[in-house]
């Protein structure tokens, strides 16, 4: 998979780089779309709700390699979805292997970042659907221990309060860097990790894992919260979630390049990530629910577009339609919102902006990644690149956003 090239030496090592990196890129991603609350950066959204149109045409794809020649982008692939159409366009550009001039392509496959954190909230829903779970039951039902905040350990935490980070979990920084791993294997198990970090005997815990409000009070964007949530569902259906996930949404979709883990994917396809002319060697997360998918353009194309469609695209269903809309529904009253939120809201582990568009953002070391879709004119989009946007690349991103959007 790795090219030859300058390795970044010891990419975790001493600094807080693993466990700060999906905050910064996050910051910067949330001000681009105004999908999460954050530094705005500018809003290139249009209005929601135009009509969907025709092909894209060729002139799109002209313009697509303009922007990446004068970009920084090693590689890049794009997606247009439709709800009636499905994928009407998708296309890499750039290099997947910068140094062995590989093509990136609209099948090329890298980790998402927290764009897999919509995964999550699918797989919930499965389970409320199926009668397995109970959004707004105390997570300690399913767990085999309490998992309370020690300021307030009479106020339970529920999925709903994970899957809308304001269950009070903490992403505390010296611990959240220990879910990354260099190499192609996590250090420990989810459930390892997160029994230490969350019961009072594991040798992680301590009340810095919690804020200092109650459950549904504050907004406070938590990885390990959201990797939580994987866990409950694995404790209550007694399987693995990413064998439960690769065959309740991946299979189904026809996601068949997608996974969980660098052994799910062919190795060739993967793509080779940047931190700017550096090399950023394979990692893996022991919380890989919460940013860990590994899949493609094209497979996400797919995904979107079972959104878009109700929970299911070509004749494979993995969601009821009322599911769905109980997924991506406002899950704050604006009238009184949790603290810290903004003027956004969120639906099960979707964010919901103040125009209307759904989706999500993911930001890893050597990778940038950002799913909307917008429910009135029922077209969505996709952007994947093999490197991190920074300030220069940020602006770059929002050219190659703004006309992914304007197509009609």
């Known amino acids: 998979m790795q090219a030859a090239g300058t390795i970044r030496p010891r990419y975790f090592e001493s600094t807080a780089r693993a466990s700060v990196i999906r905050s910064v890129v996050m910051c910067s991603l949330v001000g681009l779309l105004g999908l999460f609350p954050g530094p705005a950066i500018a809003d290139t959204a249009s209005e929601p709700g135009a009509p969907s149109g025709s092909e894209p045409t060729a002139e799109l794809e002209g313009q697509l390699k303009a922007l990446h020649a004068k970009s920084d982008f090693p590689g890049f692939a794009v997606a247009i979805v439709d709800r009636e159409h499905g994928i009407l366009y998708e296309k890499g550009f750039g290099w997947a292997d910068r140094e062995n001039r590989k093509p990136f392509i609209a099948q090329t496959v890298m980790n998402i970042g927290s764009v897999s954190k919509t995964f999550i909230g699918v797989a919930l829903m499965q389970a409320v659907e199926k009668g397995q779970i109970d959004l707004d039951a105390p997570i300690d039902r399913y767990l085999g221990f309490k998992a309370r905040n020690p300021r307030f350990p009479d106020k339970p935490m529920t999925l709903r309060h994970l899957a809308t980070h304001t269950s009070g979990v903490t992403d505390r920084e010296s611990i959240y860097r220990q879910a990354y791993s260099e190499g192609m294997e996590p250090s420990m198990e989810l459930g390892d990790y997160l029994t230490q970090y969350l019961d009072p005997e594991g040798r992680m815990y301590d009340r810095r894992n919690f804020g200092k409000r109650p459950p549904g009070e504050v907004y406070e964007y938590s990885n390990i919260g959201a990797a939580l949530a994987a866990f409950v569902l694995e404790k209550a259906l007694g399987r693995s979630f990413d064998l439960?996930?690769?065959?309740?949404?991946?299979?189904?979709?026809?996601?068949?390049?997608?996974?969980?883990?660098?052994?799910?994917?062919?190795?060739?396809?993967?793509?080779v990530l940047y931190d700017g002319n550096d090399i950023v060697e394979p990692y893996t997360l022991v919380t890989y629910p919460d940013g860990g998918l590994r899949t493609s353009v094209s497979s996400l194309g797919r995904y979107l577009t079972a959104m878009l469609g109700g929970g299911a695209v070509e004749g494979s269903r993995i969601l009821t339609e009322t599911s769905v809309a109980a997924m991506i529904a406002p899950q704050f009253d604006p009238r009184d919102p949790p603290k810290d939120w903004g003027e956004k809201n969120s639906g099960i582990f979707w964010s919901l902006d103040k125009k209307g568009l759904i989706g999500h953002t993911g930001g890893d070391p050597g990778i940038s990644s950002v799913m909307a879709f917008d429910p009135k004119s029922g077209r969505g989009w996709v952007f994947i690149t093999n490197t991190e946007l920074n300030k220069k690349t940020a602006g770059q991103f929002r050219e190659i956003w703004s006309l992914l959007k304007a197509t009609p």
């Open 244 to 271: 439960l996930t690769t065959e309740s949404i991946l299979k189904p979709l026809g996601m068949h390049d997608s996974g969980w883990s660098y052994g799910d994917i062919e190795l060739d396809s993967h793509a």
